[in-house]
């Protein structure tokens, strides 16, 4: 599996939860376009009462006002929605069988791996990423590589995955940078689907 078909299944898996969720969040919306609404039906008859006592003028700020918190907080809500979305795929690639994740590895390792000498940094709770693991992966390295990958000695911060480092350059391989980086390439896309 290439980085392209790894992208594409994280980027699958991705529109799958979304399509999972989204009559969920799509009722979640209109509820809370609901809720939304009777607040702002509140705050027109609050405003009224104040247009007595005030003018027209008050009351226009007023009212812009409550518009402008209504849509803050309805986009707080689609932004919550979507965040889950993302943090749930994340778990299911790093939950996923260890086949499907040893395939993931080997495939990123693959696409990472410029000399074949780098070392592998890895979270503090991988359990598949170890020394046999890349001892195999040198053997089946391919011609134009020395196939001399090191487990580092330190643990980094990161849930599935690694860091590969090149003497100072690192590149970091974990599952929350990729899905983090097709949050940003996709992420519009599919809040406008979900939410419009």
Not at 104 to 124: C, H, Y
Request: net charge negative.
């Amino acid at each position: 599996m290439n980085a392209e078909e790894v992208v594409k299944k994280i980027n699958a898996d991705a529109n799958a939860e979304a399509d999972v969720i989204r009559s969920n969040a799509q009722s979640e919306a209109e509820a809370e376009n609901a809720s939304l609404e009777a607040k702002l039906v509140d705050y027109r008859i609050r405003t009224d009462e104040l247009a007595k006592e005030a003018g027209v003028e008050k009351i226009s700020r007023m009212l812009a006002n409550a518009r402008m918190e209504l849509r803050k907080e309805l986009l707080a809500v689609k932004q919550e929605i979507l965040s889950e979305v993302f943090e749930k795929a994340k778990s299911r690639l790093v939950g996923s069988s260890d086949d499907e994740y040893r395939k993931l590895i080997v495939a990123l390792l693959t696409k990472a791996v410029e000399t074949g000498s780098e070392t592998v940094i890895v979270g503090k709770d991988e359990k598949l990423i170890n020394d046999s693991f890349i001892k195999q992966f040198n053997r089946n390295l391919g011609p134009g590589f020395k196939g001399n990958l090191l487990i580092g000695n330190e643990t980094a911060d990161i849930c599935g995955g690694f860091i590969l480092r090149r003497g100072k350059v690192q590149t970091n391989v974990s599952i929350d940078v990729l899905v983090d980086q097709i949050y940003e390439d996709i992420g519009p896309e599919i809040a406008a689907e979900l939410f419009d």
